[in-house]
């Protein structure tokens, strides 16, 4: 079974402190995806990488920054958290860009920021 | 503003009795996807279409894309407590500037089947 894990299902933190979210796939994708998923909102991009050490921004970077050392590995870094930001992440992971192929998904990470 | 509009944003029915969510946009895209998404879990796509007016079924689901290929409906017949969940479409477009083939997901539709 072809698998995408976070680290953490729930993660509670408080007002500026550091926070890492961990994301591991095991199907050799180039490409992968954090997103934050808000009631109403749907899922908003908030970076992507499609190869080691690259990344680019999505709709809502703001506030966050991305780590990509290992073709596997995947973190969203919320260098100082803050109370708009408690939300659930969610990271996925394609492997080519095409029309056909489907975005595989974590669990995510429900995070409270107090 | 949401690129892709979705409606209803919820819907509770009773086991047995058919629907039907709406995806909209004002954008062409290349692909929309379908994903069902259950409480505690993240996105499972459902299908993919890519065609303008192409129709895809599995089982109980029928997936349209509409002809210019900006909106896409699904339709559930006979609704069973199992179908509850989050629907979420979500758009891939070679519109974008950036030319990759980011996804573009609607706000979604929470369904509750009640048995």
């Known amino acids: 079974d072809v698998k995408v894990t976070q680290s953490s299902r729930y993660l509670v933190k408080r007002t500026g402190e550091k926070v890492f979210l961990e994301c591991v796939q095991d199907?050799?994708?180039?490409?992968m995806f954090w997103y934050r998923q808000d009631p109403g909102l749907g899922l908003r991009l908030i970076y992507f990488?499609?190869?080691?050490?690259?990344?680019e921004k999505g709709d809502i970077p703001e506030g966050y920054s991305v780590s990509r050392e290992k073709k596997e590995r995947f973190s969203l870094i919320l260098e100082s958290a803050s109370t708009n930001q408690t939300s659930m992440y969610l990271c996925?992971?394609?492997?080519?860009?095409?029309?056909?192929?489907?975005?595989?998904f974590g669990s995510g990470t429900q995070l409270s920021v107090l | 503003t949401q690129l892709l509009e979705q409606s209803p944003q919820f819907l509770s029915i009773q086991e047995g009795e058919n629907l039907t969510v709406y995806c909209n946009s004002s954008?062409?895209?290349?692909?929309l996807q379908w994903y069902r998404q259950e409480p505690g879990e993240g996105p499972v796509l459902l299908v993919t279409?890519?065609?303008?007016?192409e129709v895809k079924k599995l089982k109980r689901l029928t997936f349209q894309f509409g002809d210019a290929r900006k909106d896409s409906s699904l339709h559930i017949t006979a609704a069973q407590p199992g179908d509850t969940g989050l629907y979420l479409c979500?758009?891939?477009?070679?519109?974008?500037?950036?030319?990759?083939?980011?996804?573009?997901f609607g706000s979604g539709t929470k369904l509750n089947v009640k048995p």
């Open positions: 954008s062409v895209f290349s692909s």
């Open positions: 279409v890519v065609t303008g007016g």
């Open positions: 990488s499609y190869d080691v050490k690259m990344k």
């Open positions: 996925a992971s394609i492997g080519n860009l095409g029309s056909n192929e489907k975005l595989f």
């Open positions: 199907m050799d994708h180039e490409n």
């Open positions: 979500a758009g891939g477009g070679n519109f974008d500037l950036y030319n990759f083939n980011k996804f573009y």
